[in-house]
């Protein structure tokens, strides 16, 4: 059995209830928080994968805001 070392993360009351909130049934703190962190890695992956887009697109196929 692999023992995990374990740190302790200070949080204000109010962030620990929205982590718990989150939380499914039987899910540790870890879980939780390994959860979010993909969630958050896959957003960085689609916004770099927007803004590689727009790179990419000539310049002059962007549409001013004023004519939308």
């Known amino acids: ?6 740190t ?7 962030i620990k209830a929205k982590i718990e909130r989150l939380g499914r049934k039987g899910e540790s ?4 928080i390994r959860r979010l962190l993909s969630i958050s890695e896959e957003e ?3 916004i770099d994968e927007v803004y590689e887009r727009i790179e990419k697109t000539p310049r002059k196929e962007y549409v ?4 939308l």
């Open 1 to 6: 059995m692999i023992t995990m070392r374990r």
């Open 8 to 14: 302790t993360i200070a949080v204000s009351p109010e």
């Open 29 to 32: 703190y870890d879980d939780i």
């Open 44 to 46: 960085l992956e689609l």
């Open 64 to 67: 001013r805001l004023e004519d």
